[in-house]
């Protein structure tokens, strides 16, 4: 079957790091997407990852291993606006979502 | 640019009725994809349209049917309202063109029309 998983909940503090882990196991695979989306409203494109690796993008980087089925959105110096939800997805013959991450900034 | 686009915003329907929501995709996509997103949930794939045509359906019952016009707009109809069909309802677009960054067939999402069924 298709199942993506990531933590349902996590607390970072300004200006911290955080790692926002995902695992997926799916029939096929055809890239990786992470999206943020603030709560009642639509989720935004922050990254796509096809091949093994990290990929650098301003504050955000996201990380994929195919073999292990695994992927990772890194957000440094974080900032209150980033508090939101983070989506998984996996592209197999159609997007996969994950159910999202909700991420908490502490001042 | 505009983006993508839905409309309405907001909708409110009782049981057993039927719905329409409409749907402009970003300009130079040519495929609209439906997500269905429950409070608390991530989205989840109700179908997609390429050339006019269903190219791809997700778990969705067929009261769930959609439309693709020729100037690639969408619109995603539902039958015999239920109460669980409560949902914010997106609207993706998205083009094959490879040539194009940040990645094949990337997602962008309009702002959605949040459905409540009394």
């Not at chain 2, 439309?67 to 619109?75: G, K, M, R, T, V």
């Not at chain 2, 993706?92 to 063109?97: E, F, G, K, L």
């Not at chain 2, 194009?100 to 959605?112: H, R």
Request: glycine share 8%.
């Amino acid at each position: 079957g298709q199942n993506i998983d990531q933590p349902t909940e996590m607390t970072a503090t300004e200006g911290a790091i955080v790692q926002i882990n995902c695992t997926y196991q799916t029939s096929g695979f055809n890239g990786l997407f992470w999206y943020q989306q603030h709560a009642g409203e639509a989720p935004t494109f922050l990254s796509y990852n096809v091949l093994d690796g990290l990929e650098e993008k301003g504050r955000f980087s996201s990380f994929l291993s195919r073999s292990k089925g695994y992927s990772y959105l890194l957000l440094k110096e974080l900032q209150m606006k980033d508090s939101a939800s983070y989506l998984c997805a996996v592209r197999d013959d159609k997007i996969i979502f994950g159910k999202g991450t909700r991420l908490h900034i502490l001042p | 640019d505009a983006g993508v686009t839905q409309s309405p915003t907001h909708l409110i329907k009782t049981r057993g009725q039927q719905v329409t929501l409409r749907c402009s995709p970003k300009s130079g996509h040519d495929t609209v994809s439906w997500y269905q997103q429950a409070l608390g949930q991530g989205p989840q794939f109700i179908f997609q349209y390429y050339e006019e045509e269903e190219r791809q359906r997700g778990n969705f019952p067929d009261r769930f049917s959609g439309h693709q016009f020729p100037n690639y707009s969408s619109e995603l109809n539902v039958n015999a309202l239920l109460l669980g069909d409560s949902a914010l309802y997106l609207c993706a677009s998205s083009t094959d063109r490879v040539d194009l960054y940040p990645a094949q067939e990337t997602q962008y999402f309009g702002p959605g029309t949040r459905l409540l069924v009394l």
